[in-house]
């Protein structure tokens, strides 16, 4: 038997936060001339950048079912391939209805794959690691965001009024690399044991390498027998109410920072603070690396210092960050250090969201529910997530052109406030630990 390395199996399934990233951070570039082309006002520009995101949303609700009746891989060899022609499709639309369309479809392609992704990597790794390894999924996701900033600009300075159709189209190529790395990946153990099919799961072990095979199908298939006692096939019922208030939750307080508003219309911010179209593009970019930066810091810390660490010091850098940028834009004054102070505070916001929210968001959604839902519960958390997203993008430059940037920064810091309080006194820590064993704790502490 061909045997491969967990790292190398992770960051293969992880291509699928690649797709997300670009994907979300692409479409800050081509705002301006999709505003212009099709005379777009605010709300309909909203809705032209927020239409993928609708679709995620519909996308995190219908992935549940096939995704435990195809398997995770299978799923995903069919979302990229459907994703790489959806690409396509949006890059050569003849008209702003064409172009709705297909950026809908993306978007449910999307939805899905964000949810099988993360699973998937979360059921095939070693519990020392699985942090890290879930952590790629993100890291992926940072990298296609800084990525996605540096070809915007590029292509903007290449092809001045058609540079958003490049933009789209670029996505056909990691979409089919993809595609193609998938069928090099063995399916999800976890999967196999629920479908009853625990010689191929002891395989799947065996190819990855595990420290001892046959004792991790025992586990699980001691824990998947319990789930199946207990009706654990359902996920709203009263031994899931809490890992169901923590998914919901940490879901929510991941959009209520702000982050993808910031990232979808950063050079909507810095035009706002007064800098040139063109500026804007290239300082996006400096957002973007400083994410890539600190998600990459974010690998090394989080099944050392542990979840719950990370977010609370991450949501103090935050409310400080975001307190400046409110302060900034309610005084009028962007001449802070040196006319770069809106800058500064962004890339500072950005580096505290990114190793502590940005970073452990999906590991935690993808650890805290039982084998039996793990694809209900994980599409459960993005499904909160998408729906929060979907409203702050949409609405983020309707309030900026009623009230103003400094009430928008303003809530979001406060929305950070709680979340340390929700990180400090709610969320259990889960690292180091085997899937089987937090269950153990989430039934410890379910709500009553």
């Known amino acids: 038997m061909k045997q491969q390395d967990i790292l190398t199996v992770a960051l293969i399934i992880a291509l699928g936060g690649f797709l997300f990233g670009y994907d979300i951070a692409m479409m800050s570039g081509t705002t301006a001339q999709l505003e212009t082309l099709y005379n777009l006002n605010s709300f309909r520009l909203g809705f032209t950048i927020s239409i993928a995101i609708i679709g995620t949303i519909i996308g995190t609700i ?49 939805g899905c794959i964000t949810v099988v992704t993360p699973m998937f990597i979360a059921e095939i790794s070693p519990a020392k690691k699985r942090g890290q390894l879930v952590l790629l999924n993100q890291f992926f996701v940072v990298t296609a965001i800084f990525l ?47 479908k009853g099919r625990n010689d191929e799961a002891l395989s799947v072990f065996q190819r990855i390498k595990a420290e001892n095979p046959e004792e991790e199908v025992r586990i699980v298939k ?77 690998l090394f810390l989080i099944d050392k210092y542990g979840r719950r660490t990370l977010l609370m010091a991450g949501s103090i850098g935050m409310v400080f960050f975001l307190g400046m940028l409110s302060k900034s834009f309610f005084t009028g004054n962007y001449s802070d250090l040196g006319g770069y102070g809106v800058m500064i505070y962004l890339m500072g916001f950005i580096a505290f969201f990114a190793f502590s929210q940005g970073a452990v968001l999906w590991v935690v959604i993808s650890e805290i529910f039982p084998n039996k839902v793990r694809s209900k519960g994980q599409a459960l958390g993005t499904f909160t997530h998408w729906i929060m997203a979907a409203a702050i993008i949409w609405g983020f430059p309707v309030i900026n052109d009623s009230v103003g940037g400094g009430i928008s920064f303003g809530f979001f810091a406060v929305m950070m406030v709680l979340h340390f309080f929700f990180a400090w006194k709610v969320l259990p820590e889960t690292k180091g630990k085997s899937l089987e064993d937090i269950q153990l704790e989430m039934k410890a502490k379910q709500v009553v």
Do not use: C
């Open 222 to 298: 001691d824990a998947v027998e319990k789930e199946e006692r207990i009706e654990h096939g359902k996920l709203f019922i009263k031994e899931n109410r809490f890992p169901v208030m923590i998914a919901i939750l940490i879901a929510a307080f991941n959009q209520l920072a702000g982050i993808n508003a910031i990232m979808i219309y950063a050079p909507r911010v810095f035009e706002m603070a007064g800098f040139g179209t063109n500026a804007s593009l290239l300082q996006s970019i400096s957002v973007g690396a400083t994410n890539l930066l600190f998600t990459f810091v974010a």
């Open 148 to 194: 996605a900033f540096a070809v915007n600009y590029i292509l903007a300075q290449m092809f001045e009024y058609s540079s958003w159709r490049w933009m789209i189209g670029v996505e056909f190529v990691p979409a089919t690399l993809f595609f193609l790395l998938l069928n090099l990946v063995p399916e999800s153990p976890r999967w196999l044991i629920n």
């Open 62 to 110: 219908i992935i549940g079912k096939p995704a435990e009746k195809y398997g995770r891989k299978k799923s995903l060899i069919f979302l990229s391939g459907l994703f790489a022609l959806s690409a396509l499709g949006s890059s050569l639309a003849i008209n702003w209805t064409m172009l709705l369309i297909f950026r809908f479809f993306t978007g449910v392609l999307l």
